[in-house]
């Protein structure tokens, strides 16, 4: 034995351990077993773990399962992880058992160990027995997964929805004056006003904040209870709603049990509908940020209907050019949680029989969406949105020839002879009024009010 480790068991024989380690022996071989992806369970579901065992403890105390030292150093080792204290002591991979397992017994070690420290008695708290009392693997890691993907939810990505959200609101306001050729099928169609389309950007956010708070409210049912297949052999009946309410009350968040722990443990459809929000979300973020990137193209040899603010030079070859990076980090962010949701997908329909077996990764891919999403929203509302100008003369200059124009004359001259001066108006280079004023086919004042383009950003009908 080297003087950096020491031996630890447990029932498949010894396991030579870091000296200094919290954890112990399955931790150990999760680690030798899994050496995969270097991939870690990040922040927010090591709190949510943590808030569990503290909870745990505490109501095994109430309830007369444990004794009160025992119960109160186990919850506040359990404190520490919640906080962060012992994030390095969490040290299995990602890739491992589909249950969790692992992971919920690298937890288990390092609070019996750290309680052992704070008693001052090593083997005065056993991982299983003390600090996993009522609870399974198969309970707990999906409790901590919906615990930690609604605290994020709630946290993070709502609010930063709504900020990228006012931030397009506020442009839609500032550019609501500034008439433009609207566009269908990448062609030329009837106007619209810029602030139009910042406002429509602006309700996909609306929309996607919503549909964010339905699925946050259907992560609010926990397994707990359940322990291994859902019946909840080897727990108190009152230990799920004690534990469940200990941990609303430290988060300033409603969860409750799960009304059926069957479809809890076997299923992970709550979490497959989150993703499903989340994949919306990506959607939604790449239409906006690819729109606004084609809107700035140019400078001369594009739309260049507005300007992005210039965050970074653009090239290292060609002076001066500026590209549109957020735009382009925003499209990336959209791409990697499409395939997260695919991921989870995959996983989710892993419920074989009383168990999901991929709820890691499963876990991975929903957190890190949920991450990625909060962080892109912001710094694109900050480092893009807000520093977005119009370029007005070139979004009238591309108007005055937009031939589409021609649809207002429809209710004047019809559609076939439209037709022809749209067509005329293509043709020649010439504004549709050009065409209509050489041709005679409306009086002055008939043009004048047929090709009214702000009148043609409203609904109506002209001349009626």
């Given amino acids: 034995m080297s003087p950096g480790s020491r031996i630890e068991k447990d029932s498949l024989g010894e396991v030579r351990v870091p000296a200094d380690a ?72 990602i890739y491992q058992t589909g249950s969790g397992t692992s992971t919920n017994m690298n937890a288990n070690e390092v609070v019996a160990r750290r309680a052992d420290q704070i008693i001052g008695v090593d083997g005065s708290v056993h ?29 993070e990505l709502i609010p930063a929805l709504m900020h990228l959200r006012d931030a397009l609101s506020e442009k839609a306001g500032a550019f609501d004056h500034i008439v433009k050729s609207g566009r269908t099928h990448l062609m030329d169609a009837t106007p619209v006003r810029l602030g139009q389309q910042f406002g429509g950007y602006a309700h996909q956010l609306t929309k996607g904040v919503e549909r964010v708070r339905r699925a946050s409210e259907e992560l609010a049912e926990l397994a707990l209870g359940g322990t291994a297949v859902g019946t909840g052999i080897n727990t108190h009946p009152e230990f799920a709603p004690r534990v469940i309410a200990l941990v609303s009350g430290e988060l300033d968040l409603d969860f409750i049990e799960a009304e059926n ?15 499903g929000a989340l994949n919306t979300i990506a959607t939604s973020f790449f239409k906006i940020a690819d729109d606004i990137r084609w809107l700035a193209s140019g400078p001369t040899s594009g739309i260049s209907e507005i300007q992005l603010p210039a965050v970074q030079p653009g090239s290292s070859i060609m002076p001066g050019k500026v590209n549109p990076v957020m735009c382009e980090a925003m499209m990336m962010v959209a791409a990697r949680v499409m395939g997260n949701h695919t991921t989870v ?8 029989f009383e168990l999901n077996v991929m709820m890691p990764v499963l876990a991975q891919a929903l957190l890190e969406s949920i991450t990625l999403l909060s962080n892109v929203a912001k ?12 370029n007005e003369p070139r979004a009238r200059e591309l108007l005055e020839k937009n031939p589409s124009i021609a649809t207002a004359l429809n209710a004047y001259i019809g559609y076939d002879e439209a037709t022809e001066v749209a067509k005329e108006a293509a043709r020649a280079g010439l504004s549709v009024r050009d065409v209509v004023e050489e041709k005679g086919l409306l009086k002055p004042e008939e043009i004048n009010e047929a090709l009214d383009l702000r009148a043609m950003t409203e609904p109506g009908i002209p001349g009626t």
Avoid: W
């Avoid at 109501?59 to 404190?79: F, M, P, R, S």
């Avoid at 076997?266 to 989150?274: F, L, M, R, T």
């Avoid at 997908?345 to 074989?352: D, L, P």
């Fill in 345 to 352: 997908t995959i996983a989710g329909q892993r419920g074989n």
């Fill in 379 to 390: 710094v694109f509302a900050d480092r893009c949105v807000k520093g977005i100008e119009a």
């Fill in 127 to 155: 991982p299983n027995d003390h600090v996993n009392f009522g609870q399974s693997s198969n309970d707990v890691i999906p409790s901590a997964i919906h615990i930690a993907a609604r605290v994020a939810m709630e946290r």
């Fill in 261 to 275: 722990h069957f479809e809890a443990q076997a299923s992970k459809d709550a979490a497959v509908n989150a993703a």
């Fill in 22 to 93: 919290l954890y112990g022996a399955q931790t150990q071989r999760a680690v030798e077993n899994f050496p995969i992806s270097g991939q870690r369970f990040g922040r927010g579901f090591i709190q949510a773990l943590g808030l569990l065992k503290k909870a745990a403890a505490l109501t095994n105390g109430e309830l007369g399962l444990l004794e009160k030292k025992i119960a109160e150093a186990i919850a506040a080792a359990a404190q520490e992880v919640a906080v962060g204290d012992l994030d390095g002591e969490f040290v299995v991979d």
